[in-house]
């Protein structure tokens, strides 16, 4: 990786000097930087706004103390994080991660991404995101529960509907978005639109849970269209078996696509016949199984340990839908070497630097995260506006404007790219598109952050 431009490259110089223990939140922004080289020579403006090393500087990180007692009686300490990135275009927005690799990396990172890809949606969002190292794994409901609130009971002096609206991300799903909404509110006596992925009688919006798996295939079909090319009769791999990775496959059979393998941290599963997803739902999303299980329930369908080796099945298409940095250089290869042709992020970074050169090197038809898992913020953000206005859209409102705001990213992305010459490469087109509207916004704002 190359960050060309000298202010960007003495930028990212001095970020990593400062926080040279943050090796996920450092990738982020090498990434994007080596795309805003081209920006950075056209407009010397932004460099002397400072608009480039105020972006890689949180407004707010909160780092705080939840303490929770266990069904044995026993104290609990877990590390809870909220980063308030960036608010130039709207509210802080972002998901909640519930898991033992969450970090102040981690957390930094992905609170880093999500001020572009939220930029991207054209929704009023600022950047954010959340957590704690807390592993709900194998935790009984009460557990689940009184860890979120007490997590909530400091949060909560932190966020407001008009200031910071946390989601779901990994671990955090429907229930706990529940527990911690009900938190909130007996601590403020305010039902209101704090938190988005809320249960439909509770001001939730329809359509929220499939969102991001949904608009993957949206704007992965987007991309192979325009290469004329698509998802019907392809074969295709998908990592986790979690909310993104599940709706990505209800949407990519939907499209006539024939998804062969899924997975979970501890292994994958292969049906050479076709995953059955209502099976998977009812292992993962009923009774809260491994995936291990699926192989057991479903004849002619074979169980492997070892999450990684799903990259080694031959596909034409590969959704990684799990977690970060799950594909690396040699995964890649092996991809490419395989027959695939094209590779859609569900998951926040799934690829690494290696991985990302690999697929650009060979023409792979290639949607970073950013871009393509942003339908779940997008419709988070169409929650908050049925939340403001007080009104319910039906489900096909919900999800034509998702899907016309996935044709909008892949048409901006696009767009972009071939502005600064780098047409086809949506890594780029995606970075410069939505920083652009974030740094006029900053630059508008003058040095107010
Ligand atoms: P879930 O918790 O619902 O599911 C995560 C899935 O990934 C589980 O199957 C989990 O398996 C698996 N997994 C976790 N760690 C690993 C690992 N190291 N190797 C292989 N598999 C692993 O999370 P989501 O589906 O919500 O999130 C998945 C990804 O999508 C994350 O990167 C998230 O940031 C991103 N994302 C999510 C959005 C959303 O709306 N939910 C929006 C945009 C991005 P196990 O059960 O064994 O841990």
Redesign the pocket.
């Known amino acids: 990786m190359e960050i060309k431009n000298k202010h960007l490259s003495e930028v990212y110089g001095a970020l990593a000097a400062k926080n040279a223990s943050e090796p996920e939140f450092l990738q982020a922004v090498a990434e994007v930087f080596e795309s805003l080289s081209p920006v950075a020579d056209a407009r010397p403006d932004y460099i002397k706004a400072g608009v480039f090393s105020r972006i890689v500087e949180p407004e707010r990180f909160v780092q705080f103390r939840v303490s929770w007692v266990d069904d044995n009686g026993n104290v609990q300490v877990n590390r809870g994080y909220r980063v308030q990135f960036n608010s130039a275009i709207g509210p802080y927005k972002g998901?909640l991660?519930f898991?033992p690799?969450v970090s102040a990396s981690v957390i930094k990172f992905?609170g880093f991404e999500q001020i572009f890809?939220n930029s991207l949606t054209t929704l009023p969002m600022g950047g954010g995101k959340g957590g704690s190292d807390f592993d709900p794994?194998g935790k009984s409901e009460g557990e689940i529960m009184r860890f979120c609130q007490s997590f909530m009971t400091e949060l909560f002096r932190h966020i407001g509907p008009d200031t910071d609206v946390p989601?779901?991300?990994?671990?955090?799903?429907g229930r706990e978005i529940g527990y911690l909404f009900g938190q909130y509110k007996r601590l403020t006596n305010r039902f209101e639109g704090v938190l988005t992925?809320k249960a439909i009688g509770s001001g939730g919006s329809l359509v929220?849970t499939q969102?991001?798996g949904y608009g993957l295939l949206y704007f992965a079909d987007e991309m192979l269209t325009d290469r004329g090319l698509g998802i019907d009769g392809k074969t295709i791999l998908i990592?986790?078996?979690?909310?993104?990775?599940?709706y990505a496959c209800e949407k990519a059979q939907a499209m006539g696509g024939k998804v062969v393998a899924m997975?979970?941290?501890?292994g994958y599963v292969y049906d050479p016949e076709g995953i059955k997803l209502d099976v998977v739902k009812q292992i993962?999303e009923v009774e809260r199984l491994?995936?291990s299980e699926y192989a057991a329930r479903v004849p002619g369908s074979t169980y492997t340990a070892g999450?990684?080796g799903i990259w080694s099945i031959p596909c034409d298409i590969a959704l990684p839908?799990?977690?970060?940095n799950?594909i690396n250089g040699e995964e890649a290869k092996t991809l490419v070497k395989n027959g695939c042709f094209a590779v859609a992020e569900?998951?926040?970074?799934?690829s690494t630097p290696e991985a990302v050169e690999c697929f650009l090197a060979n023409g792979l038809a290639y949607a970073p995260?950013k871009a393509s898992?942003?339908?779940?913020?997008a419709t988070?953000g169409l929650e908050m506006v049925q939340n403001s206005i007080r009104m319910s859209w039906t489900a096909p409102e919900v999800d034509e404007k998702l899907h016309g705001i996935m044709k909008n990213i892949y048409a901006a992305a696009k767009g972009a790219a071939a502005e600064y010459g780098m047409a086809g490469n949506l890594v780029a087109g995606a970075n410069i598109a939505g920083f652009q509207k974030v740094a006029d916004a900053m630059l508008w704002q003058g040095i107010s952050y």
């Open positions: 998901g991660r898991h690799s992905l890809k794994k989601a779901g991300d990994i671990g955090v799903g992925g929220r969102a991001t990592s986790g078996s979690g909310n993104v990775a599940i997975s979970d941290s501890g993962k491994r995936i999450c990684r839908c799990a977690t970060q799950e569900g998951a926040n970074m799934p995260a898992n942003a339908g779940g913020v988070s």
